[in-house]
């Protein structure tokens, strides 16, 4: 959208009356249909891709790129036709492959047959790729005809940290939905293994799960719940703020999985990303692509395998640590986050520049949660507050989504991308430049 181009969302989310509807700026409508007869469902499930490609026709037909997320097997011809006939870019956004091990019924799961169709039959030379993960780029990097890896970035630098905790036990927490893919389970179990006095001196809090679900989706035994009282504590299901503040205050968190698995390889964990941005280190194994992120007793302790034997040996290696060293690795937790996966860096490495504090990234659309790098404009801090007292102004003069640039006043050096003149201009009127100061280091690029 920041480019001047139109975005429009088609999905299979709450219904939405066959109305067009706008969140945070973004117009969007949902194909799923609201009634009791599942047979009625279903025949309008199977025909998603044929009714999206009729709404576009009607109502979108001045289009340029399609981005897939997730359709079934049956629509991904009649959207590859509607591109063709548009001669229109193709873009699936890939973040996940499924393992088997994942459900009960396996490969006849009908989830893990439609993912199977995506990532082997249907992205071929005709589509780009967005991968998460070093093993999907690698698997598509044959198949598509471009691919581009992007792990998961936030707004670090909004993500409150705390450096000093002053915590009478060693807190873990664990915050998510685990069905069958981490294994909250060996978790809870390697709290068991540990001795009386050792678990005296520790407290495990799991965050999303309730103790019926602990017990029916992950296999944990009701007298293992029993036998520790006073060290695991069960808080079913809270806000998302509520549960980013159990990571903050938390000393690690924890994220086990079957690292063997494929569904471990080509993902690529939020959990891990939202805590090193909260300034907790993490007791993980290594899954993905977080080999290049994690070192052990820096940023993280790191668990060899994923058994309850090796769970509980790590647990003990935290538990002798004093406070300064708890306070040194969540500041290299912290680090971590802030140069690999905030935006900012992302928007450095990007465009191969540098900025400092002197700077703050502007999200064009005014949504803090799109950190797409097209939606990011770095600014001098001063103009940037002065940019939001006077955007209703500026949007009266400008379209602000079509703005992208780079300025660097005090060393005279100014990168510019799409039309930018005229938001030169009124940075010039914000701040008392002169036009023609201005104008020595600049290249419009229209």
Known sequence: MDMGHDVFVIGYGPYTGNKEKVYDSVPYISFRKKSNNRIIRA????????RVATYIKKHHQDFNCLLVVDILPNAFKTIEKLAQERNALLIHDSVEWYSPEEFENREKNRAYK??????????NKKWRVIAISKYLENH??????????????????NMKSIVTHNNKKKQFVYAGA??????LREMIYGFRQLSSDERNGVEFHVIGVNENQLIS??????????????????????????????????????????ESLRYAKAGFPTKIVESLSSGTPVVCNISSDLGEYLEDGKNAFIINGHSVESIAATIRKIIPLKT???DIMRKE????????FDYRQYYKDYYKIDFDDEYEVHHIDFDRNNNDINNLLLLPKHLHTKYHKLYPYIQSIIDDRTLKAVIDINNG?????????????????INHWKLQKVERYCNFNK
């Not at 439609?114 to 992205?123: D, Q």
């Open 43 to 50: 025949f309008y499930r199977v025909n998603f891709g044929s």
């Open 114 to 123: 439609n993912k199977e169709y995506t990532n082997l039959i249907a992205i």
């Open 333 to 340: 937790a912290r680090k971590t986050a802030e140069k690999y």
């Open 217 to 258: 989706i992950c296999g944990v035994e009701k007298s293992c719940i029993d036998d520790l009282e006073g060290t695991l504590f069960v808080h079913g299901r809270v806000s998302r703020d509520e549960a980013l503040k159990w990571v903050q205050n938390a000393d690690f968190t924890m994220l086990i999985r079957d």
């Open 178 to 183: 685990p069905s069958r893919k981490d294994y």
């Open 413 to 429: 050096t100014t990168y510019y991308f799409d039309e930018i003149k005229s938001f030169c201009e009124i940075m010039i009127e």
């Open 324 to 326: 300064d060293s708890l």
């Open 140 to 157: 598509f990097s044959s198949r598509c005809s471009k691919v581009v890896r992007i792990p998961v970035i936030m707004d670090v630098n």
